[in-house]
């Protein structure tokens, strides 16, 4: 993936460094038949959904996308992940024989193989101005606008590895409310936010917002090809073992 073109935007707080996508190779794992169209509004909890960059006022949506299939593997199986803290306080639970028969659940990192039924990995091409908040530039001045929140939020600072982490979600949403509302160099709305997984170097993720007036797809994004999500999928299984998963054939 070349770089891109990057200009920066000023903005009443400071400057916004932008990178200029176009046609940029990007990938998407999400459920058939249209992974490429905005999700649902049912399917949003409170009528918000709860993304790292999705708007907290639940009003327009986002999409997600990765510059390989794994990158976006990490991101949707990073639920399944075992978490220490949570394998212990499972240990401690005893569970009646009756109740396991009745209602199994799987183990912490396992999943199963039905996981893939329902679901695409796509291919595509995006183009348009992504904020890029890991930016020197725009990180100084998300520090000035946002830093006392994230401190009511827990944080010591707001630096480049809380942008990173995406923790918590009302920070980086409050973020994300307030890039929403800027133009590109070419004064149109940015089309996103263009910014790193916290699964490792290397990972870049797109969050494309919705427009008014949008069609189900985004018009910045080209859908290239589609293929059914298949276990034996090497980027899957890649995914899997970073993230500490098997699957279960129980």
């Known amino acids: 993936m070349s770089d891109p073109d990057s200009a920066l935007v000023h903005t009443a707080r400071g400057p916004v ?8 190779e990007v990938h998407r794992v999400g459920f058939a038949p249209s992974p490429w169209e905005w999700t649902p509004w049912e399917y949003a909890t409170d009528g918000r959904f709860t993304g790292r960059w999705d708007d907290p006022n639940g009003v327009w949506r986002t999409l997600y996308t990765g510059a390989s299939r794994l990158a976006c593997f990490l991101e949707v199986l990073a639920f399944a992940r075992p978490s220490p803290q949570m394998t212990a306080e499972l240990d401690d639970i005893v569970v009646d024989d009756e109740d396991e028969a009745a209602f199994p659940s799987l183990p912490l990192g396992r999943v199963p193989r039905s996981w893939c039924t329902p679901r695409l990995a796509v291919r595509g091409a ?13 990180l100084a001045t998300l520090r000035a606008g ?5 401190i009511r939020h827990g944080l010591d600072d707001l630096d480049g590895a809380a942008i990173r982490d995406g923790r918590p979600r009302t920070l980086t949403q409050a973020i994300s409310q307030w890039i929403n509302t800027l133009t590109d160099p070419e004064d149109q709305p940015v089309t996103g936010v263009e910014f790193d997984s916290r699964h490792g170097d290397g990972l870049r993720l797109w969050a494309i917002y919705e427009r008014p007036g949008d069609p189900p797809i985004s018009p910045h994004l080209t859908a290239l090809e589609s293929a059914p999500v298949m276990p034996d999928d090497p980027e899957l ?5 970073l993230l500490g998963l098997e699957w279960d054939d129980t």
């Open 17 to 24: 460094c932008c990178a200029h996508r176009h046609g940029t």
């Open 126 to 138: 995006v183009t348009g101005w992504f904020a890029l908040p890991g930016h020197p530039e725009t």
């Open 146 to 150: 946002f830093r006392a929140a994230a």
């Open 237 to 241: 299984g890649k995914a899997m073992r």
